[in-house]
T-cell receptor, first 111, second 114 residues
Framework: KAGVTQTPRYLIKTRGQQVTLSCSPISGHRSVSWYQQTPGQGLQFLFE???????NKGNFPGRFSGRQFSNSRSEMNVSTLELGDSALYLC??????????FGPGTRLLVL | AQSVTQLGSHVSVSEGALVLLRCNYSSSVPPYLFWYVQYPNQGLQLLLK??????LVKGINGFEAEFKKSETSFHLTKPSAHMSDAAEYFCAVSEGFGNEKLTFGTGTRLTIIP
């Protein structure tokens, strides 16, 4: 089976812009979670989607949003980018044994 | 609320020596515990997981971890370090079935000395 894929792998944006990141889960996995990884804050949970519904949400401002499509692919959007949003954004899909499998991540740099 | 503490942000061991990475957890319910490894510029790869079955869990690449409820610990070990083990290791906890949020520790960077 193919693993979790994320696009794009690298992205450079400027402050105030918005960005959309995409994640395709492992075939058959219906849950997708998003995490932000930064040197200062480490790995932090953003949100989780299952069957197109957000089930869990972390402590991030409303500028961070997401959605999931009927084929389980998920997108994450960040509006009005700030310098502090520079991070590695990781997506994970969940199997029936409650194990999360991570993609390679999208590295976002905000200038 | 659940949390994870990883003792030692950097650990160095000689090639062939024992690897011991420490993880202590806090959870209000019986936890699910995980160890992930991250190589430079890559995502997280699952090493092993504990889900209330056997307390000694064997994972990939020769790693294993033992769940000790009395010590609230889930330390990761490998009998003999290899150069390819150099990476960052993360311990994570979730509150089990129905809670898909993982709470991660701050990570331990493992360096292997030739």
């Amino acid at each position: 089976k193919a693993g979790v894929t994320q696009t794009p792998r690298y992205l450079i944006k400027t402050r105030g812009q918005q960005v959309t990141l995409s994640c395709s889960p492992i075939s058959g996995h219906r849950s997708v979670s998003w995490y932000q990884q930064t040197p200062g804050q480490g790995l932090q949970f953003l949100f989780e989607y299952f069957s197109e519904t957000q089930r869990n949400k972390g402590n991030f401002p409303g500028r961070f949003s997401g959605r999931q499509f009927s084929n389980s692919r998920s997108e994450m959007n960040v509006s009005t980018l700030e310098l502090g949003d520079s991070a590695l954004y990781l997506c994970a899909s969940l199997d029936r044994q409650e194990t999360q499998y991570f993609g390679p991540g999208t590295r976002l740099l905000v200038l | 609320a659940q949390s994870v503490t990883q003792l030692g942000s950097h650990v160095s061991v000689s090639e062939g020596a024992l690897v011991l990475l420490r993880c202590n957890y806090s959870s209000s319910v019986p936890p699910y515990l995980f160890w992930y490894v991250q190589y430079p510029n890559q995502g997280l790869q699952l090493l092993l997981k504990y889900t209330s079955a056997a307390t000694l869990v064997k994972g990939i690449n020769g790693f294993e971890a033992e769940f000790k409820k009395s010590e609230t610990s889930f330390h990761l070990t490998k009998p003999s370090a290899h150069m390819s083990d150099a990476a960052e290791y993360f311990c994570a906890v979730s509150e089990g079935f129905g809670n898909e949020k993982l709470t991660f520790g701050t990570g331990t960077r493992l360096t292997i000395i030739p």
